[in-house]
T-cell receptor, first 113, second 114 residues
Framework: GDSVTQMEGPVTLSEEAFLTINCTYT??????LFWYVQYPGEGLQLLLK?????DKGSNKGFEATYRKETTSFHLEKGSVQVSDSAVYFC????????????FGKGITLSVRP | NAGVTQTPKFRILKIGQSMTLQCAQD?????MYWYRQDPGMGLKLIYY???????DKGEVPNGYNVSRSTTEDFPLRLELAAPSQTSVYFC???FGQGGEETQYFGPGTRLLVL
């Protein structure tokens, strides 16, 4: 079945540091890939997505590239801010699976001033 | 647009009690989902619906029931609450199928079963 593996957390960074959060996936089909973010006390919201190989999703300074050859979708940001402190979930949705999302475990990012 | 709304925000149940978690969306989305989120884990799909009158099981449906009588509402029913159902529950909706559709999430209901 489909699965998503995220790097272990939590991650603590200083403001303006570079961020990479690793995500790899296993899917039987040709999935779309997503990063969702959950700010404290809130529901999840879409951060970015990519629907085919070599697509780059981007939003709020975050980027992730769909790498089919390495089955990866790593999230990066060049300079994190305190307001980026949240839980980040990598997810996939397989075509034909009724848009059901398969989530990774999530990783908590804390950014220090 | 209110988006996806959930009530209540927080509830404590005793073992064996029942309750209904409410979910509503005002985006005219066909697809709706219920997830549970346990500490340190990703979200697990409980049930989903592809339209009014149509529901199907997800990954962890045991102990839950759903109904979808209207496009807007998708309540989740716990019949006999157990401590294992202590979790945060999220409702979500999306416009359609296709694998690339964005899901929109509600703020969650925190449930504690004692």
């Amino acid at each position: 079945g489909d699965s998503v593996t995220q790097m272990e957390g939590p991650v603590t960074l200083s403001e303006e540091a570079f961020l990479t959060i690793n995500c790899t996936y296993t899917a039987t089909g040709y999935p779309s890939l997503f990063w969702y973010v959950q700010y404290p006390g809130e529901g999840l919201q879409l951060l970015l997505k990519a629907t085919k190989a070599d697509d780059k999703g981007s939003n709020k300074g975050f980027e992730a590239t769909y790498r089919k050859e390495t089955t990866s979708f790593h999230l990066e940001k060049g300079s994190v801010q305190v307001s980026d402190s949240a839980v980040y979930f990598c997810a996939l949705s397989d075509l034909g699976a009724n848009s059901k999302l398969t989530f990774g475990k999530g990783i908590t990012l804390s950014v220090r001033p | 647009n209110a988006g996806v709304t959930q009530t209540p925000k927080f509830r404590i149940l005793k073992i064996g009690q029942s309750m209904t978690l409410q979910c509503a969306q005002d985006m005219n989305h066909n697809y709706m989902y219920w997830y549970r989120q346990d500490p340190g884990m990703g979200l697990k799909l409980i049930y989903y619906s592809v339209g009014a009158g149509i529901t199907d099981k997800g990954e962890v449906p045991n102990g839950y029931n759903v109904s979808r009588s209207t496009t807007e509402d998708f309540p989740l029913r716990l019949e006999l609450a157990a401590p294992s159902q202590t979790s945060v529950y999220f409702c979500a909706s999306s416009f359609g199928q296709g694998g690339e559709e964005t899901q929109y999430f509600g703020p969650g209901t925190r449930l504690l079963v004692l």
